[in-house]
């Protein structure tokens, strides 16, 4: 292939090899800002939210026990990439191309070029992966395809691409990062749930505890009376009564401390932060279940929740197990099995319970919502998201399964 020799403006030849290196350099960067402007070939979605929820949940590409997997993986396959690149495997090109006439120049211009495009290949993927979300796995991926491609038009006069093994190293590299970030979201969730449930259950301990104290104390008081009594001939059937009382007591507290699967299994909701028709299924090993979903209406949302139902089942596990699998296609949240809230109405649960238990001591149809109802009428713009969050719950309402 011969060039013509141009003149660098100062009456000198310019280097024909150095012109064409330029007119290249400044190709590949006109067509990486066309690239980055959606304006060449197939259009990239960018948008990671849309993204994520046109691909609905998560799924492993390399299903691995781990992080420390993942990271142990991606060790190894690093030092893959770099082989190649060693090797010069990681592009291809002719080793035909001429340049002046010349095979060796030609040879010259397509290495360096080789290394330029490679350049700004790797570039594209250091980027997809310093920027990787679970959300964005896909744009990433066809973001590095978009690159490849791009290459191999610019460099099909020389027959040069990225290398098919190159690539889909690359590739997998995107997909074990996902993968790896997604774990680690997931132990870091796993964990902190396992602190709370922890710190919830030395809560607990320290409730029987207290109340075991307590018993033994008014029982040794109980018994004293009885002795005094006694000794003097005399008698005092209330504190027998209360004596056996206590001695009831003393067992269920015994019971509680043994059975970890005894509690409260609660139906609350929230309408002023999820609005209506969404309710809270949960279970709580608290003497007292409504502290607990006290501290459930904390910082965290912005007013408290309504107690719908409250049922002590001395299996409230297997209970609280059986509410979550029935509503399990109405959960607001599909990515994450653990959270405990559903698309239903206190008395779609309610009716659900019955079936289960035979029957509720403690049931409250309608939610006070006393906050919401207080402050709703002084918000922004009241009767745009006022109704807004007051409808939003019936128009998300699944449909009852039959």
């Known amino acids: 292939m011969a060039e013509q020799t141009e003149d660098d403006g100062a009456g000198t030849p310019a280097d024909p090899f150095a012109v064409r290196i330029a007119q290249l350099e400044a190709e590949n960067a006109a067509l990486r800002s066309r690239l980055a402007a959606g304006d060449a070939g197939e259009s990239v979605v960018t948008d990671d939210a849309a993204v994520l929820q046109s691909v609905g949940i998560y799924r492993y590409h390399h299903p691995l026990e781990s992080a420390a997997a993942y990271k142990e ?11 190649l690149v060693v090797e010069g495997r990681a592009i291809e090109k002719s080793n035909l191309f001429t340049f002046n006439n010349s095979l060796a120049q030609g040879r010259r211009m397509t290495d360096d070029l080789s290394k330029l495009m490679l350049r700004a290949y790797n570039a594209e ?45 690359r590739v997998e590299e995107v997909e074990l990062t996902a993968d790896w970030l997604m774990k680690k979201q997931e132990e870091r969730e796993a964990q902190r749930e396992e602190r709370a449930r922890l710190r919830e259950e030395a809560k607990v301990a320290k409730e029987l505890a207290d109340q075991r104290a307590q018993l033994d104390k008014e029982r040794a008081h109980v018994l004293n009376a009885l002795a005094l009594l006694e000794g003097n001939g005399g008698a005092d059937p209330e504190l027998l009564v209360r004596l056996a009382e206590i001695d009831e007591a003393i067992k269920e507290n015994d019971f509680r401390a043994a059975n970890i699967r005894a509690g409260y299994v609660y139906v609350i909701s929230n309408e002023g932060a999820f609005g209506k028709n969404v309710v809270k299924i949960g279970l709580t090993r608290r003497l007292e279940p409504r502290e607990r979903i006290a501290e459930l209406s904390g910082a965290s949302v912005p007013f408290r929740f309504d107690i719908h139902a409250l049922h002590y089942s001395d299996d409230a596990v297997s209970l609280e197990t059986e509410l979550h699998k029935h509503f399990a296609d109405r959960a607001l949240n599909r990515a994450n099995p ?65």
């Open 73 to 83: 993986r991606l060790s190894v396959l690093e030092a893959r990439i770099s082989a």
């Open 125 to 169: 993927a250091e980027n997809s992966l310093r920027t990787l979300r679970a959300g964005n796995v896909e744009t990433a991926k066809s973001r590095l395809e978009r690159s490849r491609t791009a290459i191999a038009k610019l460099g099909k006069l020389m027959e040069m691409r990225i290398s098919d093994a190159f690539h889909e190293l």
């Open 338 to 402: 653990r959270k405990e809230f559903f698309f239903a109405t206190p008395a779609e649960v309610r009716e659900v319970l019955l079936r289960k238990v035979g029957n509720l001591l403690e049931y409250f149809e309608d939610a006070d919502a006393l906050e919401f109802r207080q402050s709703v009428g002084l918000w922004p713009q009241p009767h745009a998201f006022a109704q807004r969050l007051t409808t939003e719950g019936e128009q998300n309402l699944p449909a009852q399964p039959s």
